[in-house]
């Protein structure tokens, strides 16, 4: 940590102040020194790039961006803010994605939905927003919306234009090479959910893929600015329906923090069993969606037997089975009237999944044509998973160990015994095995928490009907937090900016893993065959929902 | 044979009416055995045990519009899927069925049964291909293309197989080589039973070979601009495919309609019945292979043992039989 300060401290700096036990938060002066600065960072170790944040100021006028830089290894992050000028033709900066490729998308997103230009960005261009927000900046804080809807006709025809253009193209010519074939996977083919990869094959061969996303873009970061603060969950829940309480947990987490409040430990606990069986519930899918890409349902069809048993669990709970909203900030949003029924039915679902293990582990995981197609194919090794910043499953898949609960413990994880779940290999029957270990792992911690759950209501410590909810204000003071969860499919990120006194977000950005894993196909998917995009895209367990938010 | 015979013959039995209904029963059989192997109940509303389900569909799917695609060749696309039910119910004639008809042989008795029948399989695929390329789609090309390599590879190893029994038993006629079979010969033939079997899925593109049509890959490949009736009628033309080669397996090597204390229609049913059950069992376990894996297979190791299997029946013929 310190050497680090003593790194920032040799540019120009507003402050260099110490944040959470692994982060340090700086600003800088000069936006001109921004490279010199990253370029520092990663030899001192610091090589991933969580997230890039804009926040737009009007009345100050000034952009204000944050770099969220990250080493997985050794746990140390830097929280770097810089200032830029907030008109459009001077609203520039230098691009870090050549120092770190993890940026790229991150950088791409800020331009379409703020406008930042960032010089020297190898391919600088619109991306998730649809062809009627060109050149308008969705997020920047003086968007007209309702002259945008008023335009709703055009707006639509824009759209359509540009879909027809880019789909009329089926070939590329190469000269004296012959031509290649232009494949559009998605967004409408049965394995690919509301993404197009643009694949360009020769026969079966794979050559160049380029990933186009957006297609359900919801502009969730906007859309939590006009909600008040509990209203917000409902916006953030609905990053990706299949693990639906973490990302709440995340946000409840931000705002805590800004108001300056501790929840109570049942509360704490609480979380740590909706959260596992948030996870538990989405990894049941992606163990049976990998099996699905190579057009064998059985065990997806086994996995949704399952997992029904958990959604009765969240059901009893909340009263929602997908959208449980049920985490909220100052704690969790019911209490438990009757905590031995609903431990019941929790030990029933886990009995349940204890049930079909043995049968899993010697029909499927052992499965030989799955070994001959998915043992050796996709390797991401240790320096593919800093450089491009892959998270959680798959990093842990390549035996890098990292896991936010771990690393920086949230809710009651640090009480709980845990270690890092990875695989050795990092291929893509490891990025399967993994998502297995970790089910095995959440129900492990469901059942310590339950335990602690149950010794602290007879010791008298706890009270499952009170202890739920602290009070929190309706209004929030002026400040700024990032607050990471560990998510089924990583690292999850929020950033959470208020103004004084205020009834709602004033900026909050999401971050989520898919996004580095969907850049990581361009890499991942040539030199492989048309087969193989099915597999090792499910692989990746992308969710369209994360992706695009 | 009469015009009343020859009529009997193609509309009720094994022509159209029987082939009909054997598409309905093995589209229901498969749906309820995978639905078990699934964990899910299946068909249930319709009928009882939703035995109507698979009726309403079929009558479901003609009711539909066929749509030609604008940029697919009119004439070639819609004609394949007249032609291709036609040339896959044509080896009926050829096979055996019942004791009752034509005094137990095939309605067309002949002494090149298996080539007539290896021949008529061997045409299907070609028919299949021109959907794909007739569609002037890129995912129906690329599933044509698949099926043209698929076949090529698999037919080796096939047509080998089949000539096993023929082998064995000196003669190409299905009916007596149906008679010649025995407990022993069935032990005999029984590696060549088994690689028939494996290159059966191949042929009729059935898991872990699904690979012209994968519905994740290439979108159904050659099916994906079929709608309505033309579709209707392509998936007549697979469900007859695989009696027709399911029966050919059972009259080659099981001995097809004869059975235990009686010999009747019911025995090759039954024996068909248990080939469909373990295609259905595969099918729900085993995931799809890449292409390249399938050749690698078909021709290292298929078309090999093929032939070694054809050595082992000769050294059976002269030294277990002693011929």
């Known amino acids: ?549 | 044979m009469n015009v009343w015979e020859m009529l009997f013959y193609i509309f009720v039995f094994p022509g159209l009416l029987f082939l009909l209904a054997w598409t309905f029963f093995v589209f229901y059989f498969a749906r309820k055995t995978l639905a078990y192997l699934h964990k899910r109940v299946g068909p249930h509303y319709n009928g009882p045990a939703g035995t109507l389900q698979t009726i309403w569909d079929i009558f479901k799917l003609l009711t539909k519009e066929s749509i030609t695609p604008k940029s697919a060749d009119p004439y070639l696309f819609n004609i394949i899927p007249i032609i291709t039910p036609l040339v896959a119910a044509l080896p009926v004639i050829l096979i055996p069925w019942t004791p009752l008809i034509n005094h137990g042989h095939a309605i067309l008795d002949t002494d090149y049964g298996i080539l007539g029948l290896v021949v008529l399989i061997g045409v299907e695929p070609f028919l299949l291909f021109l959907t794909g390329f007739g569609s002037n789609n890129k995912y129906s090309f690329l599933g044509g293309m698949r099926i043209l390599a698929q076949m090529i590879s698999m037919e080796a190893p096939f047509f080998l197989a089949a000539l096993s029994p023929a082998l064995l038993f000196g003669t190409m006629n299905l009916y007596d080589i149906m008679y010649s079979n025995t407990w022993l010969t069935t032990l005999i033939l029984l590696p060549g039973a088994i690689i028939f079997i494996i290159t059966m899925l191949g042929i009729l593109e059935q898991p872990p070979f699904n690979i012209p049509d994968a519905e994740q890959e290439i979108v159904y490949g050659f099916y994906t601009e079929y709608a309505g009736t033309n579709y209707t009628l392509l998936k007549f033309a697979e469900f007859t495919e695989i009696l027709v080669i399911s029966a050919a397996a059972v009259t080659l090597f099981f001995g097809g309609y004869r059975g235990i204390f009686f010999d009747s229609f019911w025995w090759l049913f039954l024996k068909i019945a248990l080939l469909a059950l373990v295609m259905v069992a595969i099918r729900a376990s085993n995931p799809r292979l890449r292409l390249d894996q399938m050749l690698k297979f078909t021709w290292s190791w298929l078309t090999p043992l093929a032939i070694l299997n054809l050595v082992w029946i000769t050294f059976a013929k002269i030294y277990i039989l002693g011929v």
Request: charge should be negative.
């Open chain 1, 1 to 549: 940590m310190e050497k680090i300060k003593e790194i920032l401290n040799k540019f120009e700096m507003e402050y260099v102040e110490d944040y959470k036990p692994t982060w340090v938060k700086a600003k800088l002066k000069n936006k001109e020194d921004l490279l010199e600065v990253v370029k520092a960072l990663k030899e001192a170790g610091i090589a991933s790039c969580s997230t890039v944040s804009p926040t737009d100021y009007p009345e100050e006028d000034r952009m204000e961006i944050n770099y969220f830089l990250e080493d997985i290894i050794n746990k140390k992050n830097v929280w770097l803010k810089v200032d830029i000028e907030r008109a459009l033709d001077k609203c520039e900066i230098d691009s870090i994605t050549p120092e770190l490729p993890s940026a790229d998308y991150h950088e791409l997103e800020s331009y379409s939905t703020f406008g930042v230009k960032f010089k020297g960005h190898p391919n600088l261009r619109y991306f998730l927003i649809s062809a009627d927000y060109y050149g308008k900046f969705p997020f920047r804080k003086d968007f007209d919306w309702e002259e945008h809807e008023k335009q709703l006709i055009e707006n639509v025809n824009a759209i359509s234009e540009e879909f027809f253009e880019e789909y009329e193209e089926n070939e590329e010519t190469m000269g004296h090479e012959g031509s290649r074939t232009v494949l559009h996977w998605g967004p409408t083919h049965p394995a690919s959910g509301p993404i197009r990869l643009k694949v360009y094959v020769n026969g079966e061969n794979i050559e160049k893929v380029e990933p186009d996303i957006g297609y359900v873009w919801r502009a969730l970061e906007k859309l939590a600015e006009r909600k008040d603060f509990i209203g917000t969950i409902v916006a953030v829940e609905r990053i990706c329906f299949m693990d639906n309480t973490n990302p709440m947990i995340c946000y409840a987490q931000a705002v805590e923090e800004i108001a300056g409040k501790e929840i109570t430990p049942f509360a704490k606990y609480m979380r740590v069993i909706l959260g596992e069986l948030g996870r538990t519930v989405s990894h049941l899918i992606s163990l049976g969606g990998f099996f699905g890409t190579m057009g064998l349902q059985t065990f997806l069809m086994w996995c949704l037997d399952v997992r029904e048993y958990f959604l009765d669990v969240l059901e009893d709970y909340s009263g929602a089975r997908i959208a449980t909203a049920c985490i909220e900030p100052g704690g969790v949003r019911y209490p438990l009237n009757d905590y031995k029924a609903w431990f019941g039915e929790l030990n029933k679902a886990i009995e349940k999944w204890e049930s079909v293990k043995s049968d899993i582990e010697d029909i499927f995981l052992k499965n030989p044509l799955m070994t001959v197609r998915a043992k050796e194919t996709g390797i991401f090794n240790e320096e593919d998973v800093i450089e491009n910043y892959l998270a959680g499953p798959i990093a842990r898949a390549s035996n890098v160990k990292v896991d936010v609960r771990k690393d920086e413990p949230y809710a009651a994880y640090g009480e709980l015994e845990m270690d890092y779940v990875t695989c050795d290999s990092g291929d893509t029957r490891d990025r399967l095995y993994i998502i297995y270990k970790e089910i095995n792992q959440s129900i492990d911690l469901i059942q310590q928490a339950m335990k602690k759950i149950e010794e602290g209501i007879e010791a008298g410590e706890m009270d499952p009907k009170k202890d739920h909810m602290i009070k929190m204000p309706r209004r929030m003071p002026e400040g700024e937090a990032v607050s990471r969860v560990e998510w089924a499919r990583g690292e999850m990120l929020m950033h959470l900016v208020t103004m004084p006194k205020s009834t709602n977000p004033y900026r909050l950005k999401l971050k989520a893993p898919s996004v580095n894993h969907t850049r990581m196909l361009e890499k991942l998917l040539p030199n492989h065959t048309l087969s193989d995009i099915p597999l090792l895209y499910g692989s990746m367990h992308i969710c369209q929902g994360d992706l695009d938010r």
